[in-house]
């Protein structure tokens, strides 16, 4: 268990909604970040929050958005749902933002758009 | 612009042989170096790391890893594999100036008994 929670773990939906993950980094971690995994594109990153504020962006589709709230928890939304989105979110959470840590990773969401 | 290969989608390898999981990258700058397994309906998790220093770094699980800066690679090794080895490991890169992760395409290992 690498102390990273990530709410809901299984999410099925219809094009065109809206759906929000949620990530709890472990205990005393101020960085998060979002990465989707998928059969065709691996893994992706597509943004890192630190405490608080923005820190890098990924791939990250215009359509999706995220943010981390002053509990540390972080929260990804994805809108205007389409089949391609269907896929493995992974939220990961590092003691800081320097770039030799490593990156502890939650258990993820699963989402699949019907 | 940072790039990491792990040329090999699948490694095959008895049980009780050594193995290697291939890694090269590419990063303007030092690179920071990771190898993360992730086991099936999980989360990756973090097996060891190069920054600086001794070019041969050891992890968990009995895994080490040769830095080579001239071929630019970052080979994942065990001398002697085991069944729960099975699994599907991935390099990640990221340049000492750089502000994002690299992940490469992952390399499944199967351990036959």
């Known amino acids: 268990d690498s102390g990273v929670t990530q709410t809901p773990k299984h999410l099925i939906t219809a094009t065109g909604q809206r759906v929000t993950l949620r990530c709890s980094p472990r205990?005393?971690?101020?960085?998060v970040y979002w990465y989707q995994q998928s059969l065709d594109q691996g893994l992706q990153f597509l943004i890192q929050?630190?405490?608080?504020?923005?820190?890098a962006k990924g791939n990250i589709l215009e359509r999706f958005s995220a943010q981390q709230f002053p509990d540390l928890h972080s929260e990804l939304n994805l809108s205007s749902l389409e089949l391609g989105d269907s896929a493995l979110y992974f939220c990961?959470?590092?003691?800081?933002?320097?770039?030799?840590?490593?990156?502890?990773f939650g258990p993820g969401t699963r989402l699949t758009v019907l | 612009a940072q790039s990491v290969a792990q040329p090999e989608d699948q490694v095959n390898v008895a049980e009780g042989n050594p193995l290697t999981v291939k890694c090269t990258y590419s990063?303007?700058?030092?690179?920071?170096l990771f190898w993360y397994v992730q086991y099936p309906n999980r989360g990756l998790q973090f097996l060891l790391k190069y920054i600086t220093g001794d070019n041969l770094v050891k992890g968990s699980y009995g895994f080490e890893a040769e830095f080579n800066k001239s071929q630019t690679s970052f080979h994942l090794k065990k001398p002697s594999a085991l069944v729960s080895d099975s699994a599907l490991y991935f390099c990640?890169?990221?340049?000492?100036?750089?502000?994002?992760?690299?992940f490469g395409s992952g390399t499944r290992l199967s351990i036959r008994p």
């Open positions: 205990s005393g971690d101020l960085s």
């Open positions: 929050y630190y405490n608080g504020e923005e820190r």
């Open positions: 990961a959470s590092s003691v800081e933002e320097a770039r030799q840590r490593e990156q502890f």
């Open positions: 990063v303007s700058g030092n690179p920071y």
């Open positions: 990640a890169v990221r340049g000492s100036s750089a502000s994002k992760i690299i």
